[in-house]
């Protein structure tokens, strides 16, 4: 009987990952939310969007290791999951933004709308290094009533040399803070 211990197996596939061409590690363009998760995609609601909220997401598609003399170069892929088990999340925006602020791209043509416990993802190949150190994403929702709070993260996959390493970047909710 053989025995493979987790580890292992999550070496086995990030070697898999990271071994992929550059031409079949593009980056996903605006449109391809709706096509590439249909599945998880329902009609966007008819009543008025009483609730709503934005996430702040941090990825690294570069990182500086050795003082910076050396780049370490990330795939990116964030996930959106709506949280709720009854009421549709819909998200009006998913948009990517490089180190300086400028958007690099917007992955939604219109409002979309998760089914409960549902999720979708957006893909940056590791050879897109357009975000730079600082990248990051902002993920616009609402929802037509009461809701469970949404689950927006990143996992970053990369790695220098023999060193493979990947993490996850917890998106954050944007609130206003200041004047009361």
């Known amino acids: 009987m053989c025995h493979i211990?987790?580890?292992?197996i999550f070496l086995a596939l990030?070697?898999?990952l990271l071994s992929l061409p550059p031409g079949e590690a593009a980056a996903q363009s605006a449109g391809s939310v709706q096509q590439n998760?249909?599945?998880s995609l329902t009609s966007v609601p008819s009543e008025p969007l009483?609730?709503?909220?934005?996430f702040y997401v941090p990825v690294y598609s570069s990182v500086a290791m050795s003082q910076g003399k050396l780049r370490a170069d990330f795939s990116v892929t964030l996930s959106v999951h709506n949280a709720?088990?009854?009421t549709p999340l819909v998200l009006k925006r998913i948009a990517y933004f490089d180190t300086s602020g400028r958007l690099v791209e917007s992955y939604l043509k219109s409002p979309v709308a998760l089914k409960p416990f549902?999720?979708?993802?957006?893909?940056i190949a590791m050879a897109d290094t357009r975000?730079?150190?600082g990248a990051n994403f902002v993920v616009d929702?609402?929802?037509s009533g009461e809701i469970a709070e949404p689950v927006v993260e990143a996992l970053m996959v990369g790695g220098v040399g023999a060193g493979h390493y990947a993490f996850i970047s917890q998106g954050r909710p944007t609130r206003l803070v200041g004047k009361n």
Do not use: I, K, P, Q
């Open 131 to 133: 975000g730079g150190t």
């Open 84 to 86: 709720s088990d009854t």
């Open 37 to 39: 998760f249909a599945n």
């Open 5 to 8: 211990r987790a580890g292992h």
């Open 141 to 143: 929702w609402a929802a």
């Open 118 to 123: 549902s999720t979708v993802e957006v893909s």
């Open 14 to 16: 990030l070697a898999c």
């Open 50 to 54: 009483a609730a709503s909220g934005a």
